[in-house]
């Protein structure tokens, strides 16, 4: 956790350059999120679950949810709009600090590593489920 803490603060001091990056590898991570969560969504409704796994799957359904397309689409459409935000700030537009576009960094990035958890914790579900088929 530490680390993590160490890691958020140098990335929030670091050059405009290296935030705009870490924002492209945010959309990279979504692209490819999406693409697992219809993966997913495809893989749970294959085939009904025997009885024994009804309740896993059920779980499944609920936790594939929480990590919806609508959730991933508008993280990303976040990004987007914080990447505007660069480009007015890299134009020294008036009304734009760049304390203002750290800040919606910090905040984009907490949601971006929350999803993130989310999704891994729902993967080892999914993993469990499939095994057991």
Request: charged share 40%.
């Amino acid at each position: 956790m530490e680390t993590t803490n160490l890691k958020n603060t140098f990335l929030l001091g670091a050059s405009l350059n290296i935030l705009h990056q870490e924002s492209k590898e945010w959309m990279d991570a979504i692209e490819f999120w999406k693409d697992e969560t219809k993966f997913f969504d495809s893989l749970l409704h294959k085939k009904k679950p025997e009885d024994e796994d009804k309740e896993l799957h059920a779980q499944l359904i609920v936790s594939l949810k929480n990590v919806s397309l609508d959730l991933l689409e508008e993280l990303e459409d976040d990004v987007k709009e914080h990447e505007k935000l660069l480009a007015r700030l890299m134009k020294e537009s008036k009304g734009i600090s760049d304390w203002e576009y750290r800040e919606s960094h910090r905040k984009l990035k907490k949601r971006f590593d929350k999803i993130n958890e989310d999704f891994n914790s729902f993967k080892k579900l999914i993993f469990t489920y499939v095994k057991s088929l």
